[in-house]
Every structure is written in C-alpha cells, then in structure tokens.
C-alpha cells in the first residue's frame, strides 16, 4: 500500500511539474512582445526570454544598441549600459564587450553621459568591465579615459576608474 501511495504522489509530482512547464512556455512565448517588446521587459525577464523566444532576445538588444550608438538622448545609452545588472555568459557576454567597448571608443562622451544616469554600483560595474575589454585594446581604453581626465563633469568616474587600474595616468 505505502509503495502504491509513494508511486502515485511521484506521477502526481511529475504531471504537476510537466503542466507547469508547459504553462511556463506558453506564458514565455508570448513574453517581451507587442507593447511589451521592451529592453525593460528584456531586463526584468532575461533568462526566460532567451530560452522561450531566442529572436526576440537579440532584436530587443540589437534595436537598444542602435538607440545608444545613435546617442540623441544619453538615457538610451543608460537603459543600454544597464544590461551590466543583468547575467552575460557565453554569445550575450560577447555581444555586451563588443557593443560597449565599441561605443566608448567611437562616441566616448556619450557613453560617459549615459553613465552619468546609472546607479553607483552600476558606474563601479561598468568600470571593471571597461578595464578588461574583449576587443578593443586596454591601451585605447585608457586613451579615451584621458582624454577626458580634465572634465569635472565626469570626474568621479575617471578617477574612480584609475584608482581601480591601479594605473600612472591617475587624474589630478
């Protein structure tokens, strides 16, 4: 009877995870579409839209990142720059370093205005990941830093981002 009572709790389980799963795929299907078909919703819902609808995914990134490189309002730069918050492995983590990395040497002034719109721990994040590009030379990197080491308004980002280099270019 007890092995009987075990093996049915177990299919109930097993039905149960399986009606969830298909739920969950229906409901991800549908995700970040329409109205919805936001970086926002690209944000708040990663994972689950990467996996349910793949093509979604990169249109939503590949239209954000045209907005920050077009740069005719920094807060497109920020809403792209914010992606650092989100989890980047494999494809997306490529993507993430040749987009900003590309970004911050053509247009280093925009960049530094979106990331004048960013939380703190935000700025520290996109700092560390400036530091260790993928594809631009660390060297064209602390160019750019440079370049604009004497502009108060981006001050605290410079020297924050010299301290963490550890680097002789320390801003005055």
């Not at 990663?46 to 954000?64: C, G, V």
């Not at 983590?93 to 703190?120: D, I, P, R, W």
């Not at 994040?125 to 993928?134: D, H, V, W």
């Amino acid at each position: 009877m007890a092995k009987h009572v075990l093996r049915c709790m177990i299919t109930l389980l097993i039905t149960v995870r399986l009606m969830t799963f298909g739920l969950q795929s229906v409901f991800a299907n549908g995700i970040c579409s329409g109205t919805h078909e936001t970086l926002e919703c690209l944000m708040e819902n990663p994972k689950t839209l990467y996996y349910a609808n793949m093509d979604q995914f990169w249109n939503i990134l590949e239209e954000a990142a045209l907005k920050a490189k077009d740069c005719s309002h920094p807060k497109s730069m920020a809403e792209f720059l914010n992606l650092i918050e989100i989890p980047r492995d494999g494809v997306f983590a490529e993507f993430f370093h040749e987009e900003v990395e590309g970004m911050f040497l053509n247009n280093t002034e925009c960049v530094l205005e979106g990331v004048l719109f960013l939380c703190e721990a935000s700025q520290v994040k996109i700092i560390r990941f400036l530091r260790n590009p993928l594809f631009a030379k660390k060297e064209e990197i602390d160019e750019r830093f440079m370049s604009f080491k004497l502009n108060l308004r981006y001050k605290k980002f410079i020297d924050i981002y010299w301290e963490q280099t550890g680097s002789e270019g320390s801003s005055p």
